[in-house]
């Protein structure tokens, strides 16, 4: 997690450009969230909030909501502190690995945005009870993720729409292998329908998709 962390910190001043570009369709996906959060979201919980894009876009649903962000990257918790100004009396910030993450307070909402392929496996599924512990009854597990396919020739064609989109979106042949070696060295992604699987082993309810596009996929889940 500390080669994570100094990845994130290196990127993070270039990270909210950087990300529309080598991430299709995440304007589309940020739009679907919030569009499918239920209107009596009050309290939210961001797991990997990055430069806080989450938190910021349902700010635009849900002013009066009251957040904590966590990020094992202090760089990009900085970034979230300036995008979220205006709410920084609605907002807590905590600089920790998502997967050590432990609270005694409970949420209506847990998100979590491109961060649980940088677990482990094992880790995915003891993260995905954690947060289950953090809902309220009835609350919602909303994550955005970068999914393999569910066969190899579903996941090579995706990845070779990936590839053309980081064309047409002007990047160079030595930043795409910059994207590539990255997703190498931190990425731990998984076909969509295991992840739905271990919702299901951990007992979440009410268990969704919402968005896909190619490889980027938001799902969700409710705990009873």
């Known amino acids: 997690m500390d080669r994570l962390r100094a990845s994130f910190d290196k990127k993070a001043q270039e990270y909210d450009q950087w990300i529309y570009t080598v991430c299709p ?104 009870e954690k947060v289950l512990k953090h809902l309220v009854p009835g609350g919602y597990f909303f994550v955005i993720e970068q999914v393999t396919g569910g066969t190899r020739h579903f996941h090579e064609i995706a990845h070779a729409y990936w590839l053309a989109d980081m064309k047409r979106n002007d990047l160079t042949q030595d930043e795409i292998a910059d994207v590539l070696a990255r997703k190498e060295d931190h990425d731990k992604c998984e076909p969509l329908i295991r992840q739905l699987e271990r919702l299901k082993k951990v007992g979440f309810v009410g268990i969704d998709v919402l968005f896909k596009r190619d490889s980027i996929v938001l799902f969700a889940a409710q705990k009873y």
């Open 25 to 128: 369709f995440y304007g589309d996906v940020l739009t679907a969230l919030v569009d499918y959060c239920p209107p009596s979201t009050q309290y939210v919980l961001d797991l990997g909030c990055g430069s806080g894009n989450v938190t910021h876009a349902l700010m635009g649903r849900f002013p009066k909501m009251r957040a904590t962000l966590v990020d094992i990257s202090p760089k990009m918790l900085s970034l979230a502190k300036t995008k979220l100004k205006e709410q920084s009396e609605q907002i807590e910030y905590i600089e920790k690995d998502i997967s050590l993450f432990t609270s005694s307070y409970t949420y209506d909402l847990v998100v979590s945005s491109l961060a649980m392929h940088h677990l482990e496996e094992k880790q995915k599924e003891y993260f995905c």
